[in-house]
Nanobody, 124 residues
Framework: QVQLVESGGGLVQAGGSLRLSCAAS????????MGWFRQAPGKEREFVAA????????YYENSVKGRFTISRDNAKSTVYLQMNSLEPEETTVYFC?????????????????WGRGTQVTVSS
């Protein structure tokens, strides 16, 4: 069992930056692929980024490439999402997720553990 708690959300102006953190507790954090998703009201949960257990491989949804950076610190059992050049359309709740195994996935259903989310609001 893994417990995930996100933090770092808030209000930022368009073009600004936020850094989300996800602290994990429970079973060995370093054995999990970690992902970030976001979900707007009435919409499906959308893949944003993922990182393999070693941090050696990172994957991004096309619209965030070059603006968002995912990273992890296994010693601190924490995964981060640095978000730059934020756009108003990216206002939504961001979720941290974990899945067993070595490979990333973009489908939310393939992640076993979820945090409760953190709200990101980008004003125009």
């Amino acid at each position: 069992q893994v417990q995930l708690v996100e933090s770092g959300g808030g209000l930022v102006q368009a073009g600004g930056s936020l850094r989300l953190s996800c602290a994990a507790s429970g079973r060995s954090f370093s054995s999990y692929v970690m992902g970030w998703f976001r979900q707007a009201p009435g919409k499906e949960r959308e893949f944003v980024a993922a990182i393999t257990w070693s941090g050696g491989s990172k994957y991004y949804e096309n619209s965030v490439k070059g603006r968002f950076t995912i990273s992890r610190d296994n010693a601190k059992s924490t995964v981060y999402l640095q978000m730059n050049s934020l756009e108003p359309e990216e206002t939504t709740v961001y979720f941290c997720a974990a899945r067993s195994g070595s490979f990333y996935r973009t489908r939310a259903a393939e992640y076993e553990y979820w945090g409760r989310g953190t709200q990101v609001t980008v004003s125009s």
